[in-house]
């Protein structure tokens, strides 16, 4: 069964930056395309990154510009690496299979206010 631990959230100003980890346990790794998710308080669950087995990613229009995603094959781990943080991008994030998903981790919280 394949586990995903984040880390790495906390409270931040606007403006700020923040570096999100996550650790994936079991499964293989190497094969599966990634993505970084986070839910806001009372909306749903939306996908904010992708990065495929090649290193392909993909942002969403709201993040674009501002989050990087990238992975460590060799460590199982993913990174988002999140620049001029906004109030609207308070949530919690998880990450997971692109397509699936796997059962959810406990996520990390990220909250942006002054």
């Known amino acids: 069964q394949v586990q995903f631990v984040e880390s790495g959230g906390g409270l931040v100003q606007p403006g700020g930056s923040l570096r999100l980890s996550c650790s994936v346990v079991?499964?293989?790794?190497?094969?599966?395309?990634m993505g970084w998710y986070r839910q806001a308080p009372g909306k749903e669950r939306e996908l904010v990154a992708q990065?495929?087995?090649?290193?392909?990613?993909k942002y969403a229009e709201s993040v674009k510009g501002r989050f990087r995603i990238s992975r460590e094959n060799a460590k199982t781990t993913l990174t988002l690496q999140m620049n001029s943080l906004k109030p609207e991008d308070t949530a919690v994030y998880y990450c997971?299979?692109?397509?699936?998903?796997?059962?959810w981790g406990q996520g990390t919280q990220v909250t942006v206010s002054s």
């Open positions: 079991g499964g293989t790794f190497s094969e599966y395309a």
């Open positions: 990065i495929s087995r090649t290193h392909t990613t």
């Open positions: 997971n299979v692109r397509w699936g998903p796997m059962p």
